[in-house]
C-alpha cells in the first residue's frame, strides 16, 4: 500500500498512520490527549513523541483532565524528572492549565463540540496530491489556536492546531495516492 510521504519504514510509525491518523475523533478525551501531545511535539518530530506516548499516559495519568487541574509543584517536580517523556516545565504547566480550561469547557458547550464546530461537525476534504500542497498551518487553525487560547488554553498555536486537526481528522490530510485516503473520507 502507497502512504504519504512522512510515514516512513517504522512498523509503529505505519500502524500510527494506517489506523489512527486522520480518523474523525469525537470522543472529548481522546482529543484532548491528542491535543495534549501535539503540544509536547511543538518543535520536535512527531515520531519522538509517538514513541513516548504511552510513557506519557502513564506520567499524565492516563490524559484525564479531572486529576490533572489539580496538580501541583510534587507533579510538575515527578514530570520534570520523568526521563520517559518529554521535561519542559512549560509545557508541563501549560498542561495542568490546559486541563483546568478542558474542564471548564466540558461543563459549558464541551470540548468537542467546541473541536468539532469549526468544521461544521464535517471532516474537510482537501484531496491534497503531494506533501508540498499539505500546509503547516491554515486560517482555520488560526481561528482554533485564537479560540483555544481565549479559552485558556496555552501552547496551542496555529501550527500546533492545525496538527491537531490532522491528527484528529477534522481534516483529511492523507495525499490522494495514500490507501488510507479514501478510507479516512468515507469515515467522514
Known amino acids: 500500500m502507497e502512504r504519504c510521504g ?4 517504522d512498523p509503529l510509525y505505519r500502524a500510527y498512520h494506517d489506523d489512527e491518523w486522520g480518523v474523525p475523533q469525537r470522543d472529548a478525551r481522546a482529543l484532548w490527549e491528542q491535543l495534549v501531545l501535539e503540544t509536547f511535539q ?8 509517538f514513541r513516548k506516548r504511552e510513557a506519557f499516559r502513564a506520567a499524565f495519568a492516563d490524559f484525564n483532565p ?3 487541574a489539580r496538580w501541583g509543584d510534587a507533579e510538575v517536580a515527578r514530570l520534570l524528572a520523568d526521563r520517559g517523556i518529554v521535561r519542559h516545565r512549560g509545557k508541563i504547566m501549560a498542561t495542568i492549565g490546559n486541563a483546568q480550561a478542558f474542564l471548564e469547557m466540558q461543563a459549558g458547550q464541551g470540548f468537542e463540540r467546541f473541536v468539532w464546530d469549526h468544521v461544521n461537525d464535517t471532516p474537510l476534504q482537501p484531496r491534497r496530491t503531494g506533501p508540498a500542497h499539505v500546509p503547516a498551518r491554515t486560517d482555520l487553525s488560526a481561528r482554533l489556536s485564537r479560540g483555544l487560547n481565549a479559552a485558556g488554553f496555552r501552547f496551542c498555536g496555529p501550527t500546533t492546531a492545525y ?3 490532522q491528527a484528529a481528522g477534522l481534516v483529511n490530510d492523507h495525499l490522494t495516492c495514500c490507501g488510507c485516503h479514501d478510507r479516512v473520507a468515507a469515515l467522514g
Open 6 to 9: 512522512w510515514v516512513g519504514d
Open 163 to 165: 496538527a491537531f486537526m
Open 42 to 49: 511543538s518543535g520536535l518530530s512527531w515520531i519522538t513523541i
Open 66 to 68: 479531572a486529576v490533572i
